[in-house]
């Protein structure tokens, strides 16, 4: 049934570079993550910023927990130099000291359970405190000397007050000014409460002993050295609270009893009264002690309002980080959006004017409905001008491709129309020869003659097809119509009359039924298309069998070939053709067949597939709905055998013809071409299609009557040859 080209590869298309959104998101994601890895930095040194404040929060707190154990270790330390010294006045004021020294002890143990640097080691300084159960043992018994001991009490004081809590090194200057200042004080309170202790044991033993002037002058130094060092740190406030702890009557008389006992390093005895100096002196440490709560607090204010700031500046860097995070989303969606979604509107608007618009335009233009352009591109609003540049340009296309497409609608139409008119110019001239030739045919009185004239009508017959195809594929109508139903084996021969090897075909079985005479000429048009497509493609010793079916209310006609087949694809864009679809102008002219049983097809309603013959080849399957069946009363009078007033010779029969009608009142006649002549006999039993004329005269108001003409008589080659013609024997087959 003819073979089709493959399918032309279609090209991949390129590779994706991805969506404008996506490309935004690259674009931004390196400053993005530049942004926040510093933030991200920022945020990790406030944080820290945050832990140093807070850890120095807690350090101060510990600081002065232990500056307060300091003071009642000093204190108990005072108590034990005297009662040592020979003092007992102060055994009832030593018991309840040591209570408070116990207590404040199990503070500082408190604060520094839950560990850190700071914390482990004033751990390791309180741990220094376990042996004051055996020198308080010692002191109540007696048996304690007062220089060791006083040493003991000097050395686990020095020991937490030397502590380092890591304030020193705090970024903020503020806060290293007032650690600076509340450790000076607490040197300088460390050597008060040791000149206490020292003097009260000095007076209570009515002098110095052998060097002991001396560690009291280092004293004395030790604490002007360290005040000197406050001074340096200390704010305003800060001094004139220091001045004025030293300016006090307890102070005025802590520096008279000081003034005598530097008057005494020559040895003398001191007759100074322990127990005024001792409270003068308290006085004082008590109210260094205070000064230094104030610097404490003052410290701890300045540690938690860098707390504060650290806290502040960390959630607005988070607040930051995820404002800018939150922004760079929000910008990166703005700007894919503003870009994206108008290119998207104008890819559909693209899609629209390519699909629907611009064929539709092009549809009225060349039907003569309306000459008007398609309407402009619409722009997207908020459309950039990129993609205003983008439309016009759109416009422009659509307008080119408008133009052109009008004008190639126009030229199709105006081919179509000549194609139309030449073909009927072509099938008047080949009715007019038709007629001439059966002129011809009658005049002619010799065998070989009038076999001659008849392969010529049968060559005027097939032009005349060609010509039909051609007003097929232009869609104009053929003239040709028939008046009665037929039956199908005559439809079948009738269009198996309008091939060139007519006899390479062979009709088997067909079972009976009527075609309406409305689609008679296209159904036999539509089967020689089929069964001289089989022919050209199929071997040239290759027969072409033509099989009927009824099938339940439809008919099946069924051309099978012996060729080489059609590949799965070949036969899909075959049936694609078949079904009318396509353009046959721009189509190879070997699928002009296809394009006419396509075009016939689609406007009588009938089913034409191509399948795989079952051995070899390509079946063709035509399909006749019931619509196009007549009923067998449906014809008006049995044809019967009408037998003319006298016999005609050979010359004079009627011409064999294929469904011809130019007036309703003419003779219709229904042949197949002529057999061989007489000295062709093998040709006679060899099974293949045989000639025959069959006229159907219809007049006007008379019923359809079969005839046909008498055989004459004689026992010449021309007699026999004209008696074979005029034989009733419509089809022979083996």
């Not at 065998?447 to 039909?468: C, I, K, S, V, Y």
Request: glycine share 8%; hydrophobic share 40%; proline share 6%.
């Amino acid at each position: 049934m003819g073979t089709a080209p493959a399918a032309a590869a279609v090209p991949a298309p390129a590779g994706s570079g991805g969506t404008i959104r996506r490309r935004v998101v690259r674009t931004l994601t390196l400053p993005v993550a530049a942004v926040l890895v510093l933030l991200g930095v920022i945020t990790v040194i406030e944080v820290d910023n945050y832990r140093t404040a807070a850890a120095s929060a807690r350090a101060v707190t510990l600081v002065l927990a232990v500056q307060d154990l300091v003071q009642e270790l000093q204190t108990e330390r005072g108590l034990t130099a005297g009662l040592l010294g020979g003092n007992v006045g102060f055994k009832a004021e030593l018991g309840p000291e040591r209570k408070r020294v116990d207590a404040q002890r199990a503070k500082v143990e408190d604060l520094i359970a839950s560990g850190g640097v700071a914390q482990d080691r004033v751990a390791k300084a309180v741990r220094q405190l376990d042996g004051l159960a055996g020198v308080r043992a010692g002191t109540d018994a007696g048996a304690a000397d007062r220089a060791p001991t006083f040493a003991f009490y000097t050395g686990r004081i020095a020991e937490l007050s030397n502590v380092d809590y890591g304030l020193d090194s705090s970024a903020d200057p503020a806060l290293r000014r007032g650690v600076s200042a509340l450790e000076a004080l607490g040197d300088a309170k460390e050597s008060t409460a040791q000149k206490r202790a020292f003097l009260n044991g000095v007076f209570s033993a009515s002098g110095f002993q052998d060097n002991e002037f001396l560690q009291f002058v280092t004293m004395r130094s030790a604490e002007d050295s360290a005040l000197a060092t406050f001074g340096r740190y200390a704010t305003d406030t800060q001094l004139k609270a220091r001045d004025y702890v030293f300016n006090t009557g307890a102070a005025q008389t802590a520096a008279y009893f000081e003034d005598v006992a530097l008057k005494a390093g020559d040895g003398r005895n001191l007759q100074v009264n322990p127990q005024s100096w001792w409270s003068s002196q308290t006085t004082v440490l008590d109210d260094l002690r205070q000064l230094q709560q104030h610097v404490g607090s003052v410290i701890r204010a300045r540690a938690a309002t860098l707390q504060d700031q650290a806290s502040t500046r960390m959630g607005l860097l988070i607040g930051a980080v995820i404002l800018c995070f939150a922004g760079s989303v929000y910008l990166a969606t703005v700007a894919s959006r503003s870009i994206a979604r108008p290119l998207a509107t104008l890819a559909n608007e693209a899609n629209r004017l390519a699909g629907v618009q611009l064929p539709e335009a092009v549809r009225r233009a060349t039907a003569g409905d309306d000459d008007a352009p398609p309407p402009t591109v619409r722009i997207p609003a908020g459309a950039s001008d990129e993609v205003r540049l983008v439309a016009d340009a759109l416009d422009r296309v659509q307008a080119t491709a408008y133009s052109l497409a009008t004008e190639q609608a126009m030229l199709r139409r105006s081919t179509t129309e000549s194609l139309a008119n030449l073909g009927r110019r072509n099938q008047n001239l080949l009715r007019r020869q038709l007629g001439f030739i059966t002129s011809l045919e009658r005049e002619e009185s010799d065998p070989t003659g009038l076999a001659n004239l008849f392969e010529l009508d049968h060559l005027a017959t097939r032009m005349r097809r060609n010509a039909e195809s051609l007003l097929v594929l232009v869609g104009a109508a053929s003239p040709r119509q028939w008046s009665e139903p037929l039956p199908i084996a005559d439809v079948i021969r009738a269009a198996v009359s309008e091939v060139e090897e007519y006899r390479r075909v062979q009709l088997r079985r067909v079972d009976e039924t009527l075609v309406a005479g409305a689609v008679v000429s296209g159904v036999a048009h539509m089967l020689a298309e089929l069964v001289e497509n089989g022919l050209a493609f199929s071997p040239p010793d290759a027969d072409v069998e033509i099989q009927g079916r009824r099938i339940g209310e439809n008919y099946l006609i069924a051309i099978t070939d012996q060729g080489i087949g059609m590949s799965h694809a070949d036969i899909e864009m075959a049936n694609q053709r078949l079904r009318g679809e396509g353009d046959f102008i721009t189509a190879p002219t070997r699928f002009l067949g296809h394009y006419v049983v396509g075009r016939l097809a689609t406007d009588m309603g009938i089913d034409v597939q191509l399948a795989p013959s079952p051995v070899t080849g390509v079946t063709a399957r035509i399909v006749l709905p019931p619509s196009m069946l007549a009923n067998p009363g449906s014809v008006t009078a049995t044809p019967q055998r009408m037998a003319p007033a006298t016999p005609e010779p050979v010359h004079s029969m009627e011409r064999p013809r294929a469904l011809e009608s130019s007036d309703p009142a003419v003779t219709q006649v229904l042949t197949l071409p002529p057999i061989e002549p007489p000295n062709d006999p093998p040709h006679a039993t060899d099974g293949r299609i045989r000639p025959t004329t069959i006229e159907y005269v219809t007049a006007a108001g008379s019923p359809a009557v079969r005839t046909q003409p008498a055989a004459p008589t004689g026992n010449s080659s021309a007699a026999r040859y004209e008696a074979a013609m005029t034989s009733s024997t419509l089809l022979v087959v083996e």
